[in-house]
T-cell receptor
Framework: TQLLEQSPQFLSIQEGENLTVYCNSS?????LQWYRQEPGEGPVLLVT?????EVKKLKRLTFQFGDARKDSSLHITAAQPGDTGLYLC?????????FGKGTLLTVNP | NAGVTQTPKFQVLKTGQSMTLQCAQD?????MSWYRQDPGMGLRLIHY???????DQGEVPNGYNVSRSTTEDFPLRLLSAAPSQTSVYFC????????????FGDGTRLSIL
């Protein structure tokens, strides 16, 4: 089973601050997905990164895939309370998608 | 826009009881999967299906059965419920295979007493 390590596990910041969360593995993935999950709901896809070194932007969120396709990061600029949620990365092989344990982000007004 | 529908949303069982968690999708997706989510453990894959008539085991399959007789439905059966199966269960589907965007249901919250 391929493991995905996410850090930090918990993050509590003030509105307007910047933050970065990380997703690391010893395995190479053909692609990595990032999801956000809000309480009482299922995860919702934010982005998929495919190419080593790829950078994708989604408004204030910037996603990067490592050159070796073993790691990824999510950077949020000027965080807002609406960014609060559980951020999950996922990668897979052999027809199975593996999720990291997630980063629980709280943005305080 | 139904997407992925899971029923029931909540269930309480006694140890030893059996039940079926229902999952249906209306997007004609080939790939479907079941996950359980426990505090501090993230999402763990129970079973998955790459198409009607084909199922396979994930990371934590013991105590669960699945079948995929149609493209739309992918029920998860608990054979003899145990307290360790208390969890939130999510069903997901995707067009194509596992590396495509997964569409999740809203989950079934299951408590085993």
């Amino acid at each position: 089973t391929q493991l995905l390590e996410q850090s930090p596990q918990f993050l509590s910041i003030q509105e307007g601050e910047n933050l970065t969360v990380y997703c690391n593995s010893s395995s190479v993935f053909s692609s990595l997905q990032w999801y956000r999950q809000e309480p009482g709901e299922g995860p919702v896809l934010l982005v998929t990164v495919v190419t080593g070194g790829e950078v994708k932007k989604l408004k204030r969120l910037t996603f990067q895939f490592g050159d070796a396709r073993k790691d990824s990061s999510l950077h949020i600029t000027a965080a807002q309370p609406g960014d609060t949620g559980l951020y999950l990365c996922a990668g897979g092989s052999n027809y199975k998608l593996t999720f990291g344990k997630g980063t629980l982000l709280t943005v305080n007004p | 826009n139904a997407g992925v529908t899971q029923t029931p949303k909540f269930q309480v069982l006694k140890t030893g009881q059996s039940m079926t968690l229902q999952c249906a999708q209306d997007m004609n997706h080939e790939y479907m999967s079941w996950y359980r989510q426990d505090p501090g453990m993230g999402l763990r894959l129970i079973h998955y299906s790459v198409g009607a008539g084909i199922t396979d085991q994930g990371e934590v399959p013991n105590g669960y059965n699945v079948s995929r007789s149609t493209t739309e439905d992918f029920p998860l059966r608990l054979l003899s419920a145990a307290p360790s199966q208390t969890s939130v269960y999510f069903c997901a589907s995707s067009y194509g295979q596992y590396n495509q965007p997964q569409h999740f249901g809203d989950g079934t919250r299951l408590s085993i007493l």
